[in-house]
Nanobody, 127 residues
Framework: QPHLVESGGGLVQPGGSLRVSCTAS????????????IGWFRQAPGKEREGVACITSGGVPSYADSVKGRFTISRDNDKSTVYLQMNGLKPEDTAVYYC?????????????????WGPGTQVTVSS
Protein backbone atom coordinates (compact mmCIF):
# COMPACT_ATOMS: atom_id res chain seq x y z
CA GLN A 1 0.00 0.00 0.00
CA PRO A 2 1.61 3.28 -1.04
CA HIS A 3 1.88 5.93 1.62
CA LEU A 4 3.77 9.01 2.64
CA VAL A 5 6.39 9.17 5.37
CA GLU A 6 6.81 11.96 7.89
CA SER A 7 10.05 12.80 9.67
CA GLY A 8 11.61 15.50 11.81
CA GLY A 9 9.42 15.45 14.88
CA GLY A 10 10.80 15.73 18.37
CA LEU A 11 10.79 17.58 21.67
CA VAL A 12 11.14 21.35 21.64
CA GLN A 13 10.71 24.08 24.23
CA PRO A 14 7.91 26.64 23.98
CA GLY A 15 8.87 29.36 21.54
CA GLY A 16 11.19 27.03 19.68
CA SER A 17 11.20 25.84 16.10
CA LEU A 18 11.01 22.53 14.32
CA ARG A 19 10.76 21.44 10.69
CA VAL A 20 8.93 18.29 9.70
CA SER A 21 9.16 16.70 6.27
CA CYS A 22 6.86 14.57 4.16
CA THR A 23 7.93 12.38 1.28
CA ALA A 24 6.85 9.24 -0.52
CA SER A 25 8.16 5.95 0.71
CA UNK A 26 10.92 4.45 -1.39
CA UNK A 27 8.76 2.00 -3.27
CA UNK A 28 5.84 4.30 -4.07
CA UNK A 29 7.13 5.97 -7.20
CA UNK A 30 3.62 6.34 -8.57
CA UNK A 31 2.31 8.79 -6.03
CA UNK A 32 3.13 11.71 -8.36
CA UNK A 33 3.21 14.08 -5.43
CA UNK A 34 4.07 17.02 -7.64
CA UNK A 35 0.62 16.98 -9.27
CA UNK A 36 -1.51 17.14 -6.15
CA UNK A 37 -2.08 19.24 -3.08
CA ILE A 38 -0.39 17.92 0.05
CA GLY A 39 -1.80 18.55 3.49
CA TRP A 40 -0.44 18.48 7.01
CA PHE A 41 -2.78 17.43 9.81
CA ARG A 42 -2.30 16.84 13.52
CA GLN A 43 -4.00 14.91 16.27
CA ALA A 44 -3.52 15.63 19.95
CA PRO A 45 -4.44 13.09 22.63
CA GLY A 46 -8.19 12.95 23.14
CA LYS A 47 -8.88 15.26 20.21
CA GLU A 48 -9.95 14.80 16.63
CA ARG A 49 -7.50 15.16 13.78
CA GLU A 50 -7.39 18.70 12.44
CA GLY A 51 -5.99 20.33 9.35
CA VAL A 52 -2.90 22.48 9.86
CA ALA A 53 -1.66 23.51 6.42
CA CYS A 54 -1.91 22.58 2.79
CA ILE A 55 -0.05 23.43 -0.39
CA THR A 56 -1.08 23.02 -4.02
CA SER A 57 1.21 21.69 -6.71
CA GLY A 58 1.89 25.27 -7.75
CA GLY A 59 2.96 26.24 -4.26
CA VAL A 60 -0.14 28.11 -3.05
CA PRO A 61 -0.45 27.59 0.71
CA SER A 62 -3.39 27.53 3.08
CA TYR A 63 -3.26 27.55 6.87
CA ALA A 64 -5.49 26.92 9.83
CA ASP A 65 -6.11 30.09 11.84
CA SER A 66 -4.36 28.58 14.85
CA VAL A 67 -0.99 28.42 13.03
CA LYS A 68 -1.11 31.42 10.70
CA GLY A 69 1.97 33.57 11.07
CA ARG A 70 3.88 30.79 12.86
CA PHE A 71 3.93 27.84 10.45
CA THR A 72 5.12 27.83 6.84
CA ILE A 73 4.46 25.05 4.37
CA SER A 74 6.65 24.61 1.31
CA ARG A 75 7.44 21.96 -1.25
CA ASP A 76 10.32 20.80 -3.40
CA ASN A 77 8.77 18.93 -6.30
CA ASP A 78 12.17 17.77 -7.58
CA LYS A 79 12.66 15.97 -4.28
CA SER A 80 8.98 15.02 -3.93
CA THR A 81 9.10 16.49 -0.44
CA VAL A 82 6.81 18.85 1.44
CA TYR A 83 8.03 20.71 4.51
CA LEU A 84 6.28 22.27 7.46
CA GLN A 85 8.41 24.85 9.24
CA MET A 86 7.00 25.49 12.70
CA ASN A 87 8.13 28.58 14.61
CA GLY A 88 6.91 30.03 17.87
CA LEU A 89 5.75 26.62 19.03
CA LYS A 90 3.27 26.43 21.89
CA PRO A 91 2.37 23.54 24.19
CA GLU A 92 -0.98 23.30 22.41
CA ASP A 93 0.88 22.41 19.20
CA THR A 94 1.81 19.10 20.80
CA ALA A 95 0.39 16.34 18.62
CA VAL A 96 1.17 13.63 16.13
CA TYR A 97 1.63 15.32 12.78
CA TYR A 98 0.53 13.56 9.61
CA CYS A 99 0.83 14.34 5.93
CA UNK A 100 -1.39 13.07 3.15
CA UNK A 101 -2.06 13.61 -0.54
CA UNK A 102 -5.28 15.26 -1.63
CA UNK A 103 -7.52 13.57 -4.18
CA UNK A 104 -7.26 16.75 -6.24
CA UNK A 105 -4.90 19.68 -6.63
CA UNK A 106 -7.02 21.70 -4.24
CA UNK A 107 -6.44 22.69 -0.64
CA UNK A 108 -9.16 21.76 1.81
CA UNK A 109 -8.80 21.08 5.52
CA UNK A 110 -11.11 18.07 5.59
CA UNK A 111 -9.20 14.86 6.14
CA UNK A 112 -11.76 12.84 4.17
CA UNK A 113 -10.41 14.53 1.02
CA UNK A 114 -6.96 12.98 1.49
CA UNK A 115 -5.33 9.57 1.20
CA UNK A 116 -1.94 7.86 1.32
CA TRP A 117 -1.60 8.86 4.97
CA GLY A 118 1.77 8.48 6.63
CA PRO A 119 2.25 6.92 10.10
CA GLY A 120 2.84 10.35 11.66
CA THR A 121 5.63 11.99 13.61
CA GLN A 122 5.36 13.13 17.23
CA VAL A 123 5.89 16.79 18.04
CA THR A 124 6.05 17.65 21.73
CA VAL A 125 6.32 21.22 22.96
CA SER A 126 7.26 21.32 26.61
CA SER A 127 9.70 22.93 29.00
Amino acid sequence: QPHLVESGGGLVQPGGSLRVSCTASGITLDLTLDRYAIGWFRQAPGKEREGVACITSGGVPSYADSVKGRFTISRDNDKSTVYLQMNGLKPEDTAVYYCARAFQNMCVMNDSDYHFWGPGTQVTVSS
